[in-house]
């Protein structure tokens, strides 16, 4: 499959392109392209110049490296199942692809759709950081993925908001 195959089948959901993506280790960089290209997409989205740009994309680069890590580490240490083998390279690819919808976000600037691309790409993101867990942990349950995601966002989530509490008191 080429780059942008895979982006698709990741956005489509497709098991069969998470499992292509997690075996092949030459695909890393081609994740970690997915992950910018959507963070940029979603600075754009923002709509507030250069400065949002930066800050929108950098946020979310941030968001995703401390989630990619909470879930890799639940997922493997907390709540594995039996049959759970994975190591750290083969679930940030997935979820790293998973990331797709994500370049939607840069309809974001539309002003009729703005709200709406962002809470539609952030479900869909989610839909597929779920399958891609599944896949990568090798799960029999989804609802296993879902536990493992779920928990995952809202630890990165009070996470960010400590730091951004942290960080705005020291300006």
Not at 45 to 65: C, F, K, S
Not at 95 to 117: H, Q
Request: hydrophobic share 60%; aromatic share 8%; net charge positive.
């Amino acid at each position: 499959m080429t780059f942008v195959e895979r982006m698709v089948g990741a956005a489509r959901l497709d098991p069969r392109t998470y499992e292509e993506v997690e075996a092949d280790r030459s695909a890393t960089p081609q994740a970690l392209a997915v992950v910018v290209l959507a963070s940029l997409a979603s600075g754009i989205g923002m709509g507030h110049g250069l400065r949002g740009l930066l800050a929108g994309a950098l946020v979310n680069l941030v968001a995703w490296a401390i989630w990619a890590w909470l879930i890799y580490f639940i997922g493997t240490r907390w709540l594995p199942e039996p049959g759970t083998t994975a190591n750290a390279g083969e679930l940030l690819r997935t979820i790293g692809f998973a990331t797709s919808p994500g370049l939607l976000r840069v309809l974001g600037v539309v002003p009729v759709l703005g709200a709406l691309v962002f809470v539609v790409t952030a479900v869909w993101t989610l839909v597929a950081v779920v399958v891609a867990v599944r896949q990568a942990l090798d799960y029999r349950s989804t609802a296993r993925a879902v536990g493992v995601c779920v928990v995952g966002w809202l630890v990165q989530v009070v996470i960010l908001v400590v730091f951004a509490a942290l960080t705005r008191q020291a300006w």
